[in-house]
C-alpha cells in the first residue's frame, strides 16, 4: 500500500469527532437526570438507561455523580439519539410556550393595573369575547390593594382570569 491509497481509505470519524459526540451525548444525560419524572416518562428510554438515569438522581458526591453520568452516556452510545432527543426538544418547546404565554398574561396584569381603561379597551379589541365587567372590577380592585399596599389578591385574580382568557 503507497501513501495514496492511505488518503483515498474511509478510516472513519476523527478522534476529535468521536469525543465531541461522546461530550454530546455526556450533555443529553445529565438532560435526561434533570427531568422531572413526568416529563422522563415520556421519553422514549431502554430499561438499562431509564435505570441508569433513575440511579443518577440519587447520587449526590460530585465525582460518583461525573462517574455516572459518565456511565450513562456510554448507554446512550449504545441506543438511537435521535427519538431521544426529538421528544426532549418536544418537552422544551412546550415548556418554552407555557413561559411565553405566562409572561403575556404577566405583561397584561401589569399594564391593566398601570394604565387602567386604555389598557382594558386595548385587551377587548385583541379579545373581544372577554367578560369586560370581570376583568374592570378586578382591574379597579387591585389599582385599589396596590395604592393601600395591602397584598395582590386581586391582581392574583385577574393574572388568573387572563390566563383563563388568553389560554
Do not use: N
Not at 412546550?94 to 385587551?123: K, P, Y
Not at 372590577?137 to 393574572?159: C, Y
Amino acid at each position: 500500500m503507497t501513501h495514496d491509497d492511505f488518503d483515498d481509505a474511509d478510516l472513519g470519524p476523527s478522534k476529535s469527532q468521536l469525543k465531541r459526540d461522546a461530550h454530546e451525548l455526556l450533555d443529553l444525560g445529565a438532560a435526561l437526570v434533570e427531568l422531572a419524572p413526568q416529563q422522563l416518562a415520556q421519553i422514549p428510554l431502554s430499561e438499562t438507561v431509564l435505570a441508569a438515569v433513575k440511579e443518577t438522581r440519587g447520587i449526590t458526591a460530585h465525582g460518583a455523580r461525573k462517574r455516572q453520568l459518565k456511565y450513562l452516556g456510554k448507554l446512550l452510545r449504545l441506543e438511537d439519539d435521535a427519538p431521544i432527543r426529538e421528544a426532549l426538544e418536544r418537552l422544551q418547546s412546550r415548556h418554552a410556550l407555557t413561559v411565553a404565554h405566562h409572561h403575556q398574561c404577566e405583561r397584561w396584569r401589569d399594564r391593566l393595573i398601570a394604565e387602567g381603561d386604555a389598557a382594558l379597551t386595548a385587551l377587548l379589541d385583541e379579545f373581544p369575547h372577554a367578560d369586560r365587567q370581570q376583568l374592570r372590577q378586578l382591574m379597579r380592585a387591585a389599582q385599589t390593594e396596590q395604592a393601600q399596599g395591602k397584598p395582590p389578591k386581586s391582581a392574583r385574580e385577574l393574572f388568573r382570569a387572563l390566563r383563563a382568557l388568553i389560554g
